[in-house]
Nanobody, 126 residues
């Protein structure tokens, strides 16, 4: 069974940085897509970024483009989300998810995401 373990959240000041990690087990890391989502209190879940495991194609939401970078280490079966220039509106629980297919940019809407990890809290203080 595929398991995803997200980590790296914490409390950071505005303008600071954090790197989230999503470690996957029992997931074929040379195919499929892995994505990060977030959900703030009282708000709908938002797709943040996704990456194709086979060719490294990435997608970002407009709200994080230019500030966040997703990357993948196939050997470690881990996906990272480097978050820079953090803003208070980035405060949320961040989840990683994975799917065996490739939904392109629709992955940010959750399409094809069959497996979900537990969340990690990111809090940006002003």
């Amino acid at each position: 069974e595929v398991q995803l373990q997200a980590s790296g959240g914490g409390l950071v000041q505005v303008g600071g940085s954090l790197r989230l990690s999503c470690a996957a087990s029992e997931f074929t890391f040379d195919e499929g897509q892995i994505a990060w989502f977030r959900q703030a209190p009282g708000k709908e879940r938002e797709g943040v970024s996704s990456i194709s495991a086979s060719d490294g194609v990435t997608y970002y939401s407009d709200s994080v483009k230019g500030r966040f970078t997703i990357s993948i280490d196939n050997h470690k079966a881990t996906v990272y989300l480097q978050m820079n220039s953090l803003k208070p509106e980035d405060t949320a629980i961040y989840y990683c998810a994975a799917g065996l297919g490739n939904s392109g940019s629709y992955s940010l809407r959750g399409y094809g995401m069959s497996y979900w990890g537990q969340g990690t809290q990111v809090t940006v203080s002003s």
